[in-house]
């Protein structure tokens, strides 16, 4: 896990415009480290740039310790309150 948080860290301080596929990663690390700002952050860009992640970060348990936060609410839309289904 070491090496993962450490390539992961090293993706998230890329000045370009990320990918949908690689920032949905970044807010899982991000998550997982409890930095929620970051997370929020990386969940935006993701969503921008793959509307169709909106399921899949509603569904996915990586993202509990978001779920309560309103940002999070509002990012997700209604669908923040399907965590209980599958991706």
Same mark, same amino acid.
């Given at each position: 896990?070491?090496? !993962? /948080? !450490?390539?992961?860290?090293?993706?998230?301080? /890329?000045?370009?415009?990320?990918?949908?596929?690689? &920032?949905?990663?970044?807010?899982?690390?991000?998550?997982?480290?409890?930095?929620?700002?970051?997370?929020?952050? !990386?969940? /935006?860009? &993701?969503?921008?740039?793959?509307?169709?992640?909106?399921?899949?970060? &509603?569904?996915?348990?990586?993202?509990?310790?978001? !779920?309560?936060?309103? &940002?999070? /609410?509002?990012?997700?839309?209604?669908?923040?309150?399907?965590?209980?289904?599958?991706?």
């Amino acid at each position: 896990l070491g090496q !993962r /948080r !450490r390539g992961l860290a090293v993706f998230a301080q /890329r000045r370009r415009p990320l990918h949908g596929w690689l &920032a949905l990663p970044l807010a899982r690390f991000y998550t997982a480290c409890g930095n929620q700002e970051k997370a929020l952050e !990386r969940l /935006r860009d &993701a969503l921008r740039l793959s509307p169709s992640l909106r399921r899949r970060v &509603a569904v996915s348990n990586d993202f509990d310790q978001l !779920r309560a936060s309103p &940002a999070f /609410r509002r990012l997700i839309g209604r669908n923040a309150s399907l965590s209980h289904l599958e991706p």
